[in-house]
């Protein structure tokens, strides 16, 4: 499977050094995960759950809360209180914000300033990860991939724009980053993707197949790995 490298987080986690942390300490490790559809699905978390726990060598206990169409808006008010408290807490919105014509670019960044100090406020023991939201596409034409010779299919122009925003806040707060676009292989990829005999994005262009999904995950699960052993 391809590996392609991120230009903008080396070993395609950005801010690594707090992942670290997730070495320390005995028993299992504890995540929650909040997201999208991309989360929704199980089939990405599962994966890098199922490769943290073999490379770690210890068990990786997972609780996903997430849902189609979620934005960061949708993050609950408070932790899960049924379930112990969590090691690493991983935010996976920003597509749908991306999609979101009508998006207040400053306001979604005060919200996303408010909910990471919020949720460093309510689990300071927790390490916090964003992943940056892939390169999704509208097939409404005005694009100029290469490989799309009608020029159909194009990232919106608030996609980008957002996963700046979530760039630029998680290095303000050191938290770490994953560059999920440049890792499925940047400009182009979401069209890409869809091609060939065995294709790993269905054809909306946005969402992965359950192949693509547990690609990704082993991508996301081997940057991890490489972020908490320091190397």
């Not at 073999?54 to 609950?76: D, H, I, N, Y």
């Not at 390169?135 to 700046?164: F, I, K, N, Q, S």
Request: aromatic share 6%; charged share 20%.
């Amino acid at each position: 499977m391809p590996s392609p490298v991120s230009a903008i987080c080396p070993g395609g986690t950005c801010q690594p050094d707090s992942l670290g942390r997730l070495v320390q300490g005995e028993g299992p490790l504890r995540i929650v995960q909040f997201g999208d559809s991309h989360s929704a699905s199980g089939w990405l978390p599962e994966a890098y759950r199922n490769r943290l726990e073999a490379g770690l060598g210890r068990p990786v206990e997972l609780r996903v809360m997430a849902r189609v169409g979620a934005t960061l808006a949708s993050l609950p008010p408070q932790l899960p209180t049924d379930v112990p408290a969590p090691d690493l807490i991983v935010l996976a919105y920003g597509t749908n914000e991306g999609f979101d014509d009508a998006l207040d670019l400053q306001a979604y960044e005060a919200r996303l300033r408010a909910e990471i100090a919020r949720l460093q406020a309510a689990a300071p023991d927790a390490v916090l990860l964003l992943l940056g939201p892939p390169e999704a596409m509208r097939g409404e034409g005005g694009g100029t991939c290469p490989d799309d010779p009608e020029g159909r299919w194009r990232e919106p122009a608030l996609l980008p724009l957002v996963r700046d925003v979530q760039q630029r806040v998680a290095a303000a707060n050191g938290v770490a980053y994953w560059d999920w676009r440049g890792r499925m292989g940047g400009s182009c990829a979401a069209h890409r993707l869809t091609l060939g005999p065995e294709p790993l994005m269905r054809s909306d262009h946005v969402h992965f197949n359950e192949a693509g999904a547990d690609w990704l995950g082993g991508l996301l699960a081997a940057d991890l790995l490489t972020a908490v052993r320091g190397r």
